[in-house]
């Protein structure tokens, strides 16, 4: 069973940074992408980055030039680096991968 677990989401000012950070069990987590999705209240949910198994990444309109998505396949982790947050970054934020969704982690930018 698929398991990934956010941590790292919190309150921040605008043009502050986080780091989320995806623990994944239950796979071989280096054979897999890995994304980054987010829901804001009353919105529907949008791709933040995504990064394959040949760390290839792309990036949603919103977070190009802002953040970054990597992955530490000793560590079977993924990582969204978030750089000038904005209050309309505020948002649940999700990992994905292998068809599962973790629980979210919430990121909050006060102006």
């Known amino acids: 069973q698929v398991q990934l677990m956010e941590s790292g989401g919190g309150l921040v000012q605008a043009g502050g940074s986080l780091r989320l950070s995806c623990a994944v069990s239950?796979?071989?987590?280096?054979?897999?992408?890995m994304a980054w999705y987010r829901q804001a209240p009353g919105k529907q949910r949008e791709m933040v980055a995504t990064i394959t198994t040949i760390d290839t990444t792309v990036y949603g309109d919103s977070a190009k030039g802002r953040f970054t998505i990597s992955r530490d396949n000793a560590k079977n982790s993924v990582y969204l680096q978030m750089n000038s947050l904005k209050p309309e970054d505020t948002a649940v934020y999700y990992c994905?991968?292998?068809?599962?969704w973790g629980q979210g982690t919430q990121v909050t930018v006060s102006s």
């Open positions: 239950g796979i071989i987590f280096k054979l897999y992408s």
């Open positions: 994905v991968g292998a068809g599962d």
